[in-house]
């Protein structure tokens, strides 16, 4: 049966893949890259498509789509994240697989990209159910992905938990004494079953952190600082953490379920408190008012973070935000003709490849602790993780200028210089 995408839904999902080519073109043109590596790198690797069946509590069975697609691989095995949300098909994860092709390079890791998931509404199964769905993913996806094959890790509506269950059943489908080798499948995993100190605040860390770094090299004091946050799951709730901490003031945030807004601040903790308490809504928080969506980007502040999904910030609204900086936490937020529209009004954007790139980072470390047989202190990933995105904020800053170009083409010529180099050294096989 062929069903058909809303007309909407459909301009989203065309729209990720567009803009990920259209930002790749145009860094490769700007350095010229070597036409022949163009090829390899304008498409992917790897796609694969499973349909498996699953029983509901109810007794009936239900049948699944899940996609992995594996971009290139050429630094390492394929890293990237899974996603459980109903927007999940082929183009979403061709999309997001290459942006994890080019953070990985930016941030020098050696790993490659790659993303998937499944298309499903997470709210609408029981938690055994979610289990069961979730291992028999994990079987049917197999031998195609492994600890230094193709390394999955946590996303949107996907959790330390779900990483357990891929970790169990990827391991029990191994001999004893291979098991424990198997421990680095996957990252984002809880801390009793080889996840890292640390994982759970890296992307949101390193999203606070390249905000502080901007604001270093631009001399502002973040104290006072009024900061939105579309998204209030693991990347918009530690970004808006440690913003607060450093003295910032939340004043608006948006979710799947809704707006809300207080001009003189919301307390971070109390609405985390709140939505735990609620199925993960912010809809209700008593501190605040609940407001229009499609006012959310327009509002009044002087940081803007979109933290939950892909192309939010479009043509249709880029010219009413009234931010100076956006964070971008989420993969993808902001379109190429809204970007055009927020450089002409001299905002500045950090991009998603090097502004979310702690959580990757903190999966490399986590990782490599599976691997070695180390456990690291909390103090240890976190000095880390600081001295790395430092390193990365520098080296797109400095290509900034040099080039004359905005951080996001910065940030796409040295990841797409690192990847052209590996490939002229090494030479196409055979
Ligand atoms: P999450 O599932 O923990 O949280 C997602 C949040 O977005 C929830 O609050 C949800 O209500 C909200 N949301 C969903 N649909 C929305 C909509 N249409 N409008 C507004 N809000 C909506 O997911 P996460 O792990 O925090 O991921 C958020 C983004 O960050 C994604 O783009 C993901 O790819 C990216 N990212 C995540 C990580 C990571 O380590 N988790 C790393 C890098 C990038």
């Not at 069903?3 to 065309?14: E, H, M, V, Y």
């Amino acid at each position: 049966m062929i069903t058909k995408t809303p007309k909407k839904k459909r301009q989203q999902k065309q729209g990720m893949l567009d803009n990920v080519m259209r930002q790749f073109n145009h860094a490769a043109d700007i350095i010229g890259l070597n036409a022949n590596i163009r090829k390899i790198l304008e498409v992917t690797n790897n796609e694969l498509v499973v349909h498996f069946p699953v029983r509901m509590d109810n007794g009936e069975v239900e049948v699944f789509t899940g996609y992995r697609v594996q971009h290139n691989n050429a630094l390492g095995p394929y890293k990237g994240g899974l996603r459980y949300h109903p927007t999940v098909d082929i183009d979403a994860a061709r999309a997001l697989a290459m942006w994890m092709t080019w953070k990985t390079s930016l941030a020098g890791l050696p790993y490659g990209g790659a993303k998937g998931g499944i298309q499903l509404l997470p709210s609408k199964y029981s938690q055994s159910e979610l289990e069961r769905i979730t291992r028999r993913f994990t079987y049917a996806l197999g031998d195609n992905i492994g600890p230094e094959l193709d390394i999955p890790a946590p996303d949107v509506n996907t959790n330390p938990q779900v990483m357990a269950w891929i970790l169990d059943t990827y391991m029990s489908t191994k001999s004893p004494n291979e098991r424990s080798k198997n421990m680095h499948v996957v990252t984002g995993k809880p801390l009793g079953v080889g996840g890292s100190e640390g994982r759970d605040r890296a992307t949101g860390f390193g999203v606070f952190l390249n905000i502080k770094f901007w604001a270093e090299n631009k001399k502002v004091d973040l104290k006072g600082k009024k900061f939105i946050v579309q998204g209030f799951g693991n990347v918009g709730y530690w970004t808006a953490y440690f913003l607060e901490k450093e003295g910032a003031i939340l004043t608006a945030v948006q979710d799947a379920f809704g707006s809300v807004y207080n001009e003189d601040g919301i307390s971070v903790e109390k609405l985390l408190e709140y939505s735990q308490a609620n199925k993960g809504s912010i809809l209700g928080f008593a501190d605040a008012q609940a407001i229009e969506n499609k006012d959310f980007f327009g509002l009044d502040c002087d940081i803007c973070v979109p933290a939950a999904l892909g192309n939010q910030i479009t043509a249709e609204n880029a010219s009413s935000i009234k931010a100076y900086l956006i964070a971008e936490g989420a993969n993808g937020p902001t379109d190429v003709e809204a970007e055009k529209i927020l450089l002409k009004k001299g905002i500045d954007i950090i991009p998603d490849i090097l502004c979310n790139s702690g959580g990757v980072i903190g999966s490399y470390y986590e990782w490599l602790q599976n691997r070695n047989g180390e456990i690291w202190h909390l103090e240890e990933v976190m000095e880390k993780l600081e001295k790395k995105l430092r390193g990365s904020f520098s080296r797109v800053l400095k290509t900034s200028k040099e080039r004359g170009v905005d951080m996001r083409s910065a940030a796409f010529i040295i990841a797409i210089e690192r990847l052209e180099q590996a490939y002229e050294q090494r030479g196409i096989f055979p």
